[in-house]
């Protein structure tokens, strides 16, 4: 009886000195968990023109999927999401008459997930966007 309680007391003591667990703030940056946050990114932000499939509205808003230029450079897609885009210049061979305003109210955080989530949505099989990647286009400023 005696030697059980000495060695659950050895126990107990043991774990205690066990290492404190990581702050659950952590951000988990792995590309599935990414793309998991994305997704509330995009239904917020880019739905309701760019639609629930990535299949835009014809002559109005482009698709995502099957889209050159979202499965192209990162840096292009990064700046059209922070600065908006009304070039109205063809896209894969279609004029889009809509005006998309500038997100750059999102964090880099967020339009990372949004645009990893886009590029791995739709059909689309493209790497992931990082938090990094994005702050770079900003020009380094930290949001
Ligand atoms: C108000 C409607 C609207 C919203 C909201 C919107 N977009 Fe767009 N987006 C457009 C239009 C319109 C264009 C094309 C503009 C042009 O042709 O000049 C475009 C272009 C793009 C392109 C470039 C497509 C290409 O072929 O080069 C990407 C990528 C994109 N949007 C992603 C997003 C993401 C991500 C969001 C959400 C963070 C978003 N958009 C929100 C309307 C919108």
Redesign the pocket.
């Known amino acids: 009886m005696k030697s059980i309680v000495i060695i659950s007391s050895i126990t107990v003591l043991l774990l205690s000195f066990k290492q404190p667990k990581k702050p659950q703030s952590k951000i988990d940056s792995s590309p599935q968990a990414s793309i998991n946050r994305g997704v509330a990114?995009?239904r917020k932000?880019?739905m309701?023109?760019?639609q629930a499939d990535g299949g835009g509205v014809p002559h109005?808003?482009?698709p995502?999927s099957e889209?050159?230029?979202?499965l192209g450079d990162k840096k292009?897609?990064i700046s059209?999401?922070l600065k908006g885009?009304?070039?109205?210049?063809p896209?894969?061979g279609e004029?889009?008459?809509?005006?998309?305003?500038s997100?750059a109210h999102?964090s880099n955080l967020e339009?990372a997930d949004?645009?990893t989530y886009?590029r791995a949505s739709f059909g689309n099989k493209a790497s992931a966007v990082t938090p990094a990647e994005v702050a770079l286009v900003r020009g380094g400023k930290k949001k």
């Open positions: 990114v995009y932000e880019c309701s023109c760019h109005l808003n482009p995502l889209n050159t230029d979202v292009k897609i059209i999401v885009m009304e070039d109205r210049i896209l894969d004029y889009y008459s809509n005006s998309m305003a997100h999102l339009i949004v645009l886009i």
